[in-house]
């Protein structure tokens, strides 16, 4: 089954602890000691502690397996346990990925990642959990507040996405992310398909958000729970 875009991967068994996350980045950034959180006025993305994953992750699987969303990350269809969302963040932790938990007023809004790490560039995936909401500009706000924690944090370079064609959500959202089609190597190691659009957004190259719609957005390191 791919995990492509957020989707959730095979069972397995639970998360293994934060202690034992493999390092990313060449060494900088330790899983245990540096979770970070970015929000604005109402919405928050987050490195979550396993207790966060373990509260999310049946609401998490009901999102990968909804038909939509998983036609539109082009996965099978099939249901997902609770176990699979964990075990997902599990494995992109352990390749060195920085998986993220996405809220609004508090409640769970869906989860995107960074994965594929390699030198200064990765590759970046999304999903709003509901597809009810979808369509209202979550998407747009929670992907702005992700970019400036990979250029501003991990100070990334150049970030990738790949997608189906027939996904016109994404396609719109990282158009106007500043994102180009790119079909170079490097790009093209991120498709799951032949068929999938590989495109890539360099730092700096990231346009300022609609006039009159900024908001701050705040980004920290979250203090170690106990
Ligand atoms: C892709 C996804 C993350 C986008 O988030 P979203 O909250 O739905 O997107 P937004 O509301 O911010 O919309 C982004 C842009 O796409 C447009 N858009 C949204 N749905 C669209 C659709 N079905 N067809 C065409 N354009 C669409 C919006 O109008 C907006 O453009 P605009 O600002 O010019 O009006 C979300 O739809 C999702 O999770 N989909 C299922 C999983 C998925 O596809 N993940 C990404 C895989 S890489």
């Known amino acids: 089954m791919q995990d492509r875009c957020g989707s959730g991967a095979p069972a397995g068994s639970l998360a293994r602890p934060l202690e034992d996350c493999a390092e990313g980045l060449s060494g900088r950034y330790d899983c245990r000691m540096e979770l970070w959180e970015v929000a604005d006025q109402e919405l928050r993305a987050f490195e ?8 999310a992750a049946p609401a998490l699987a009901a999102a990968y397996g909804d038909p939509h969303n998983s036609r539109m990350m082009g996965q099978a269809p099939g249901a997902f346990a609770a176990g699979d969302a964990i075990e997902h963040f599990a494995r992109l932790r352990a390749a060195g990925g920085r ?33 009810a909401v979808q369509g209202q500009g979550l998407g747009s706000r ?14 990334l370079q150049r970030l990738y996405v790949a997608i189906i064609p027939a996904n016109h959500a994404s396609r719109r959202l990282f158009e106007k992310l500043g ?10 190691r991120h498709a799951d398909e032949p068929t999938d659009l590989t495109l890539s957004v360099g730092r700096g190259e990231i346009p300022a958000g609609p006039a009159g719609q900024e908001r701050a957005i705040r980004l920290r390191r979250r203090v170690a729970p106990g």
């Open 48 to 55: 979550p502690t396993d207790d966060e994953l373990v509260a």
């Open 99 to 131: 998986p993220f938990l996405l809220e609004r007023q508090g409640k769970l809004a869906g989860d995107a990642d960074f994965r594929n790490l390699a030198g200064e560039a990765a590759e970046f995936a999304i999903l709003i959990a509901d597809p």
């Open 142 to 155: 929670f992907a702005r507040m992700l970019h400036a924690f990979a250029f501003e944090v991990l100070r």
């Open 179 to 188: 994102y180009r089609p790119d079909d170079s190597p490097a790009a093209r």
